[in-house]
């Protein structure tokens, strides 16, 4: 079965640097557009990053653009997020999902990113 | 402020019928047919209940369905049952540089 499982979340200082990992399993992972989203504590979700299979087109949100790098390596079966400048605002659980269409299909459980000094 | 804006809350008692609103503009909902709503319960990852407007993902009940008129999506979720109460949340391809937004997410609950 599917199964995205998320990793590399944890408390960082503002403008420090963190790196996420996401195994993914149960499927052609080479085959699936992959995304990033996330969720501030008791707030609703944000749309953070996506990459297409073979990694040639990504977009950002404007809120990380310049500050946030997504990945793949599909060798390995896995999605990156690397985030450098972070900042408070920048805390979040997040949660990578794979994309079908313009549809996340499954989900991973999440990691948490807390930006505190 | 998030881009699709929904009702923060809405309540209906089991069997009854409820639907949730999520208006965008031309630019995303209005724009496209892909609109998608997603369940989510507490401390939990979100779900796909609907996708392209009006699509169930395989095991996803009947009871939930999905329409668009205009810049409004609806979700409606027909014979409320205890287990319906979580947040859901709406999301639209854009045309804007975002690529997808979301709504602000709407607490259901089953009275």
């Known amino acids: 079965q599917v199964q995205l499982v998320e990793s590399g979340g944890g408390l960082v200082k503002p403008g420090g640097s963190l790196r996420l990992s996401c195994a993914a399993s149960?499927?052609?992972?080479?085959?699936?557009?992959m995304s990033w989203i996330r969720q501030a504590p008791g707030k609703g979700l944000e749309w953070v990053s996506y990459?297409?299979?073979?990694?040639?087109?990504?977009y950002y949100a404007d809120s990380v653009k310049g500050r946030f790098t997504i990945s793949r390596d599909n060798a390995k079966n896995s999605l990156y997020l690397q985030m450098n400048s972070l900042r408070a605002e920048d805390t979040a659980v997040y949660y990578c999902?794979?994309?079908?269409?313009?549809?996340?299909?499954?989900w991973g459980q999440g990691t948490l990113v807390t930006v505190s000094s | 402020q998030s881009a699709l804006t929904q009702p923060a809350s809405v309540s209906g008692s089991p069997g009854q019928s409820i639907t949730i609103s999520c208006t965008g503009t031309s630019s995303d909902v209005g724009g496209y047919n892909y609109v998608s709503w997603y369940q989510q319960h507490p401390g939990k990852a979100p779900k796909l209940m609907i996708y392209e407007v009006s699509n169930r993902p395989s095991g996803v009940s009947n009871r939930f369905s999905g329409s668009k008129s205009g810049n409004t999506a609806s979700l409606t979720i027909s014979g409320l049952q205890a287990e319906d109460e979580a947040d859901y949340y709406c999301s639209s391809y854009t045309s804007s540089s975002t690529y997808v937004v979301f709504g602000g997410g709407t607490k259901l609950t089953v009275l």
């Open positions: 149960g499927f052609t992972f080479s085959d699936y557009y």
């Open positions: 990459i297409s299979s073979s990694g040639s087109t990504i």
């Open positions: 999902a794979r994309v079908v269409g313009h549809d996340l299909d499954y």
